[in-house]
């Protein structure tokens, strides 16, 4: 993607590649919606792009069985074992400073 969409046009996008996979899988927005769990409506809107809510979006795609397009919106964080630092536990208290030999007291 070189240009940034914005969200009215990633709202038709997403409605123009939802209503393509119902098609691929010969589902009419009927069977879909009744699979769904969503009114014809509201799977109406999203395949339009003319709003939609999350909960409408989540049924659909995993109706369609895409639930990886949700998952990678947002993918489940893991460490880096190269980020961690040895762990040296926190301190409790200073320690005095030892002296040198050559001081004195």
């Known amino acids: 993607m070189d240009t940034a969409l914005s969200a009215e046009e990633l709202e038709v996008t997403i409605g123009e590649n939802i ?3 119902r098609l691929q ?4 927005r009927d069977s879909l919606a009744a699979h769904a769990g969503v ?3 509201a799977l109406r809107h999203l395949e339009s792009g003319s709003g939609s ?3 409408t979006l989540v049924r659909i795609a995993r ?3 895409k639930q990886d397009w949700l998952l990678s919106v947002a993918p489940r964080i893991t460490l880096n074992p190269l980020h961690m630092v040895p762990s040296q536990g926190l301190r409790q208290r200073a320690r005095r400073r030892k002296k040198d030999h050559g001081e004195q007291k």
Not at 25 to 28: D, R
């Open 25 to 28: 899988k010969n589902l009419t």
């Open 63 to 65: 109706a369609l069985d």
């Open 19 to 21: 209503k393509s996979l």
């Open 39 to 41: 009114s014809l409506s």
């Open 53 to 55: 809510n999350l909960t």
